[in-house]
Structure formats: C-alpha cells, structure tokens
C-alpha cells in the first residue's frame, strides 16, 4: 500500500505475564509474539514500520532486527503518550497512520488492508478496527453516535453499568489521517484510574471537533485478542491450531473438487 505507515506500540512491561522475559519476547507458533504485528504490516504492503519500545528495549530490537525505525519511551504513560514520541516520524506526512498493539498475533494482512481501504472511501478522521464478544471482559467499550460513528471509546475500568454490558470492543487497530491527528494529541490528558494517557482518547477529541471516525467491525472477532497473561498464551495457542485446522481441511476441499 502507498502513503501508509505504520507504528507498532511494544513498550510496555507485560508484568501480568509473571515472567522476567518480557511479554512481546514470548512465542506463538516458534515466532515471538511482537513479529506479528510487525510482518503482518509488512505483508500488507506498509513499507515503513516504526515500533515503540522501551522496557527491555534491546530484547525487542533483537528479535526484530534492522530494517525498523525504533522510538523509545522512557516512562511508560500510556499508548497516547507512546504515539505522541512517534510524531517527529511522520509530523509532515500527508497520509494514513495505522496503530497496533504489539501483542496482536490474529490480524491479518487482509483485515489492515480492508481497515485502509474503507478509511480512504470514507474520508474519515479515524476509523477503529472493532468486534463483537460474546465475554468483552477488560476490553474497552465502543459507544457508538449513530450507525457507524464512534463517539467515545471507554475502558472497562471507568464504563458505567450501561455501557460495561456493551459487546463491541476495540481492537487498539487504529487507522488515522495523520493531519487530523497531529494537532489533537497534545489535548490528551492523564485524567482517569490508571495515571495513563489513553489513545482512545483521540475518538471523543475528533468527535468534539465534527470530524469522521468509524467503527469497522472484523469479520473474525479473534482480531481483538491480545496476550497479557500465560493463560491468555495457552489460549492463543489453542485458537491457532484450531484455525491452521480449519485452513488445512478448506485447502483439502478444494483439492478435491
């Protein structure tokens, strides 16, 4: 894809794994778990990837290798303040800046595509990569304003007893206009439980200012899932083979047709 970059938020400390390695060093499938983000970016078609790092920073550029653009953060103050490190990268850029989290082994090169191509048709400020859960657990919230405008993401911390009922989460798969973006992410502020600046913060900002954002929701709901604990791990593990199953027999259908 032209015009596109990417970042790639892989800096935080993952201690919910109860592991001295750090979480996004962990393997699914003999790769380390902050490959997937990053090759399925590359296999999108994005050719500049910059990934956020910073608690065992080397660990992560070594499994990595070159080939990246690398922004460190000292503190770690949330993902809005991780993409605002980032914006000396791409302040001047006049295109789309797609956001991942680095512990998102299930999306698809298909699925950034398809996220990009719908931005662009659209015309929007920023659309969010969402899906439906029957268990949304700690996932945040989409409140939408109509039919596909999103006029607020909340997390499950600070979500209302009518809003934590609510299946369609986030992903944390962003794709911005990077001009509607830049001038809204000093606006952010560390106002909520953790003492973080939120992303998902920017979703309310454009909305105050009239802007477009859309959900687009995965056809494959495993999109959302990230791994912060072992048995988030195990279970990833579980979905993977269920699904390299389930291609093996499509692939033995069609050969026998």
Not at 14 to 24: N, P
Not at 123 to 136: F, G, N, Y
Request: aromatic share 6%; net charge positive.
């Amino acid at each position: 894809m032209e015009n596109v970059k990417a970042v790639v938020l892989a800096a935080g400390e993952g201690t919910r794994m109860k592991s001295r390695l750090i979480k996004l060093a962990h393997t699914l499938d003999s790769q380390a778990l902050i490959n997937f983000p990053v090759n399925t970016c590359l296999k999108s078609g994005i050719k500049e990837v910059i990934v956020v790092v910073g608690h065992q920073a080397d660990k992560v550029k070594s499994i990595l290798g070159e080939g990246y653009t690398y922004v460190f953060q000292d503190k770690r103050l949330g993902t809005g303040d991780a993409l605002k490190r980032t914006t000396p990268l791409w302040k001047d850029f006049k295109g789309e800046l797609v956001v991942l989290p680095g512990d998102a082994p299930f999306v698809t090169p298909s699925t950034i595509v398809k996220l990009v191509n719908y931005h662009r048709e659209n015309k929007l400020a920023a659309t969010v990569l969402t899906a439906l859960l029957i268990s949304p657990g700690s996932y945040g919230r989409i409140i939408r304003n109509g039919h596909k405008q999103i006029k607020k993401i909340v997390e499950s911390k600070e979500a209302s007893p009518e809003e934590i009922e609510i299946r369609e989460v986030n992903s944390g798969i962003y794709c911005f206009d990077t001009q509607k973006l830049l001038p809204l992410l000093s606006y952010i502020k560390c106002n909520n439980i953790k003492g973080e600046y939120y992303l998902t913060d920017i979703i309310k900002l454009l909305n105050e200012r009239k802007l477009k954002v859309h959900a687009l929701l995965a056809d494959d709901p495993d999109v959302v899932l990230g791994i912060n604990t072992p048995e988030e791990l195990k279970r990833a593990w579980k979905i993977l083979k269920k699904k390299k199953r389930n291609k093996f027999s499509q692939e033995m259908a069609e050969w026998k047709r």
